[in-house]
């Protein structure tokens, strides 16, 4: 698979160039662009969810776009078996919890747990980090997306 056929989206870069892209970072790929595809990385968070820098990097290398690990994406999920949040058992994740999958800038899940403070439905300014493969254990949900984007340039 050529880097144009990978979709555009949230990465984890795993491999570093000399062209300025450290490894194990988050990144949003651009399958397109001028002067060709390209990586950004997060420059803030806004409501648990990464904004991309408007400035990238070019990816070396048709090739260098297989090593980007993919990511599921950042958004609300609905628990879909009971699990914990690693091997410790610190945090229990419950059947039916809604949770926001989130990443920090080394692109390690965070899950936040949304909810009512009286009449308000607040996100929550922290989160459990989570392994990686306790992700399987979510549901993706369909949440309106008002401005019409997705937040990622």
């Not at 990978?6 to 790929?29: E, F, H, K, Q």
Request: with cysteine.
């Amino acid at each position: 698979m050529s880097d144009s056929k990978r979709d555009c989206g949230i990465y984890r870069t795993t491999v570093p160039s000399i062209d300025g892209i450290i490894a194990d970072r988050l990144v949003y790929y651009h399958n397109h662009g001028d002067p060709g595809a390209g990586i950004y990385y997060a420059d803030r968070w806004v409501n648990n969810r990464a904004v991309f820098s408007k400035k990238g990097h070019t990816v070396p290398s048709p090739d260098y776009a297989q090593s980007l690990d993919s990511l599921p994406k950042e958004g609300f999920y609905r628990v879909e078996a009971k699990f914990h949040c690693c091997d410790k058992n610190c945090r229990e994740f419950r059947f039916g919890e809604l949770v926001q999958l989130g990443y920090d800038g080394q692109a390690k899940p965070i899950l936040f747990l949304p909810g009512y403070r009286g009449e308000r439905f607040e996100l929550p300014e922290s989160g459990i980090p989570v392994a990686r493969d306790r992700l399987d254990y979510l549901e993706p949900l369909s949440i309106q997306n008002f401005d019409g984007g997705n937040g990622h340039g």
